[in-house]
């Protein structure tokens, strides 16, 4: 296309066009993501949309049109993280894999090509622009894998950012193993609930299957860390399960880093309920299934039982919290948030409890803790083949909490809880730990 006069000049066009052409529809999935953390789907849009733009002018393609760029674009609409106080109301991508939750790049394509899909998609043109203004308005830099060029294509019509662009809600990506789940998504009180299960190997991902990310109030309260570089001697940390909000399994020793994959299923979605299972096999090592239940209708909380067979030691409920502090009481940890909304965990199971804090590394999204950013991981540990039961309550500062009280089910190995709000409503959470159907009749 530079030097068209070059010899085989258009059969090199051909032959490039025929290869971007067949990655963009045979290795992007059909929800317009793609099989590396998100941090490489945005490399992958400087090079397929800049060549959409190219080919248009050389020969008069709508790749635009013809291609699953628009997916791309929808997707990334989709995975948004909430605005956050700390990067002053921008919002961001979930750092899973190699990825940070500080780097908003992947939004510059948004506001770039927003123009070019006006005429095809104006509902989705508008949700880009409005998408890019939240993530700061980035343009493309002049790193590595960026093409500066592409900011000459940014359109100047400003008539596409509509106001009325709904809020992004539930978000159930199979491909890439992210089930993001939302509640009052657009306001100052949304939660946010990634949870992570890959039915494939993600390339540049990490050992974090059954790993989850937790905002509240627009805050993030249980975080992935991300990754601090490619060569830092940090690397085998960030990528490593202890790094993760899993359920870790010791072995000679130390933790076992999770597999590359795990499967998801039990998916629910209501007004009342969110709820799904991930199973984590270790092969010879262990199982466990990891249930959790997302409550609703003003409860703020989140349950997450690990049903673990065949494990070979203890397991370690691991969990990387976004606090300045954390207090053990009995089975509960207070961990201080940053900016007046708390995180209290409440461990029921194993009964005989031992729960510990510790600081580790992160990425930056909080303020510094003496000189470096960390989080402070809770971690409760349980004997060879207990099991774990946790909730997880978002407070505001000071705010009550609900009432846990454990009941008698008279029923071996099935346990069932009662948690009551102070305005009377309640939520009943039980769990079988045995191989067989039970049935059971609580009164609320």
């Not at 590396?36 to 400087?46: A, F, K, M």
């Not at 908003?104 to 005429?119: C, R, V």
């Not at 390339?203 to 509240?216: L, P, V």
């Not at 070979?312 to 207090?327: D, I, L, Q, R, W």
Request: one cysteine or more; charged letters at 20%; a negative charge.
């Amino acid at each position: 296309m530079t030097f068209p006069e070059a010899p085989h000049s258009r059969q090199f066009l051909t032959n490039g066009a025929l290869v971007i052409y067949g990655h963009m529809q045979n290795q992007l999935y059909d929800d317009g993501s793609w099989p590396e953390s998100s941090r490489y789907l945005s490399s992958v849009i400087n090079k397929f949309a800049p060549f959409a733009v190219a080919i248009g002018n050389a020969r008069g393609d709508d790749w635009f049109a013809e291609t699953k760029l628009p997916k791309v674009f929808e997707h990334l609409i989709n995975i948004q993280t909430p605005p956050y106080i700390y990067f002053n109301g921008k919002i961001g991508t979930p750092p899973v894999g190699d990825d940070t939750l500080k780097e908003q790049g992947a939004f510059a394509a948004l506001g770039i090509y927003s123009e070019k899909i006006t005429s095809i998609n104006p509902g989705l043109a508008a949700a880009m622009r409005k998408t890019w203004l939240k993530s700061g308005s980035p343009m493309n830099t002049y790193a590595s894998e960026a093409v500066s060029m592409q900011n000459f294509f940014t359109g100047t019509s400003g008539d596409i950012y509509e106001e009325s662009v709904k809020a992004p809600g539930d978000y159930l990506s199979e491909n890439i193993g992210q089930y993001i789940f939302r509640e009052n998504s657009g306001t100052d009180r949304e939660k946010f609930f990634d949870i992570i299960s890959n039915k494939s190997a993600l390339g540049h991902g990490h050992y974090d299957q059954g790993s989850f990310i937790f905002y509240a109030n627009g805050l993030p309260l249980v975080m992935d860390p991300g990754i601090d570089g490619y060569f830092n001697s940090t690397k085998r940390w960030y990528t490593g399960s202890s790094s993760h909000a899993c359920l870790l399994f010791a072995k000679n020793g130390d933790y076992l880093n999770t597999p590359t994959t795990s499967r998801a299923d039990g998916v629910i979605c209501s007004d009342e309920l969110n709820a799904m299972r991930v199973t984590v096999d270790y092969g010879a090592d262990g199982k466990h299934e990891r249930s959790f239940a997302l409550l609703e209708d003003g409860f703020g909380a989140v349950i997450i039982w690990d049903r673990v067979t065949g494990a070979g030691g203890e397991t370690v409920f691991n969990m990387p919290v976004t606090a300045k502090k954390s207090e053990i009481s009995g089975n509960t940890v207070y961990s201080t948030g940053y900016y007046g909304t708390d995180l209290k965990t409440t461990v029921l199971q194993p009964q005989k409890t031992d729960i510990t804090t510790r600081w580790g590394p992160s990425t930056e999204f909080m303020p510094k803790i003496s000189g470096g950013y960390k989080q402070n991981y809770v971690m409760s540990r349980a004997q060879k083949n207990e099991n774990h039961l946790v909730v997880l309550e978002a407070l505001k500062s000071g705010g009550a909490s609900l009432d846990i009280t454990e009941l008698d089910t008279g029923i071996p190995a099935v346990s069932a809880y009662r948690l009551q709000k102070l305005n009377g409503g309640c939520a009943f959470a039980v769990t079988n730990g045995s191989a067989s159907k039970k049935v059971l009749t609580v009164e609320s």
